[in-house]
C-alpha cells in the first residue's frame, strides 16, 4: 500500500512539473468554469513578442463609482473592480470601428456620472510595440472614440490624428484636450454642444512631444513630455518630418532599441493654461531621477511621474519646489 502511494505521488509530481513546464511556455489548456471552455494559459514575460497577447494597460481612470476604467493598447477598454478584481470588458481591441481596425488604444476619459467614455486609439495600421514607426511615419490615421456606458454603442468622434495619445475632459465636458504627440501640440475636439464635431488648438509648437494630459490642482492642466524639442539645438524628429526618405531608410538600418539611444533622455513636465499660457514647468536635463515622463498625476500637493520606459513611479513634493 505504502509503495503504491509512494509511486502515486510521484506520478503526480511528474504531472505537476509537466504541467508548469507548459505553462512557462504558454501551452498549457486550462477550461473555464463558467462556460466550460478551453483556454490557452499565457506566460507573460514582459518581452515585445507577448504584447499582443498579455496586454499593456496605457490609461487608468477612477469611475464615479469606485470603479477603474483601463485602456489596454491591444486587448481594449475595461471596468474593473478594484476590491474583487473583476475586470468586464466594455470595447474589443482589434475589432473595426468606422472601416477601421482599433490597433492602438492609448488613454480614457470618463464623465462624472459615468455615462460616456472617451478614448484614443493612437493609429489603426501600427500596434504599440511599433510606436516608433508611427512616431517616424507621422501617420494621420489616429481617432478619438466615445462609448456609451448605457446604449453601449461605440462611435468615432474625430479622425484623420496623428499619434493622439493622452485625453482630458473639460470642466463642461463638452470637450476633450487630446496631445496630438508626433505633431508637438493639443487639440481641443468638441464632443458634445453647439460645436460638435469640431476641432481647434489649444496649444502649438510645444517644447517636447506631448503624452497623457492630467488636471491640475490650479485649473490647468499638466502635460508629460515624452521627448523634447531642442531649442537652439538640433532635434531628429523636427529634421526627420521634412524627410521621409530619411526615415525610411533608417529603419531599414536600425532596430527600435537602437534608435531609442538617440532620443534624449531630458524629462519635461509642464503646467499649461487655455489661451496657450504655460504657468510651470519641471527639468531632468539628463533623466537621471526620471526619464521618459509619460504621465503626470498630482495628488496631496505632489507629483506622481509615470515613464513608458523606466520601471518605477517617481514623486515630486511641490510644496518643496
Request: net charge negative; hydrophobic share 40%; proline share 4%.
Amino acid at each position: 500500500m505504502e509503495e503504491e502511494l509512494q509511486a502515486l505521488m510521484e506520478e503526480l509530481c511528474e504531472t505537476l512539473l509537466q504541467q508548469l513546464q507548459q505553462l512557462l511556455e504558454g501551452k498549457l489548456q486550462l477550461q473555464d468554469i463558467k462556460d466550460g471552455e478551453t483556454h490557452t494559459c499565457c506566460c507573460c514575460s514582459g518581452s515585445r513578442e507577448d504584447e499582443s497577447s498579455c496586454g499593456r494597460p496605457l490609461g487608468i481612470r477612477v469611475g464615479p463609482n469606485g470603479t477603474l476604467f483601463v485602456a489596454d493598447a491591444y486587448l481594449g477598454v475595461f471596468e474593473v473592480n478594484p476590491t474583487t478584481g473583476e475586470a468586464i470588458r466594455l470595447v474589443a481591441g482589434g475589432q473595426v470601428v468606422g472601416g477601421r481596425q482599433l490597433s492602438f488604444i492609448n488613454d480614457v476619459a470618463v464623465t462624472q456620472d459615468g455615462k460616456k467614455l472617451y478614448f484614443t486609439d493612437s493609429s489603426s495600421r501600427w500596434q504599440r510595440r511599433d510606436y516608433l514607426n508611427l512616431i517616424m511615419e507621422a501617420t494621420a490615421d489616429g481617432r478619438v472614440l466615445e462609448f456609451d456606458m448605457e446604449t453601449r454603442e461605440l462611435t468615432v468622434v474625430m479622425e484623420n490624428l496623428r499619434f493622439p495619445n493622452g485625453i482630458q475632459l473639460l470642466p463642461d465636458e463638452e470637450s476633450v484636450l487630446v496631445a496630438e504627440t508626433t505633431m508637438a501640440r493639443i487639440r481641443r475636439v468638441h464632443v458634445a454642444g453647439l460645436n460638435k464635431g469640431g476641432m481647434d488648438t489649444f496649444m502649438d509648437n510645444l517644447p517636447g512631444f506631448p503624452d497623457n494630459i492630467r488636471p491640475s490642482s490650479s485649473g490647468g492642466y499638466w502635460v508629460a513630455m515624452s521627448a523634447v524639442r531642442p531649442n537652439p539645438g538640433f532635434s531628429m524628429l523636427d529634421f526627420l518630418s521634412q524627410r521621409p526618405w530619411i526615415k525610411k531608410l533608417i529603419f531599414k538600418l536600425f532596430s527600435q532599441e537602437v534608435l531609442m539611444k538617440f532620443v534624449p533622455r531630458y524629462s519635461l513636465v509642464a503646467e499649461l493654461h487655455d489661451g496657450g499660457i504655460c504657468t510651470r514647468s519641471f527639468h531632468d536635463p539628463n533623466g537621471l531621477v526620471a526619464a521618459y515622463i509619460s504621465e503626470v498625476h498630482e495628488h496631496d500637493g505632489s507629483l506622481y511621474l509615470g515613464s513608458f520606459r523606466s520601471p518605477y513611479i517617481a514623486k515630486l513634493d511641490l510644496r518643496q519646489v
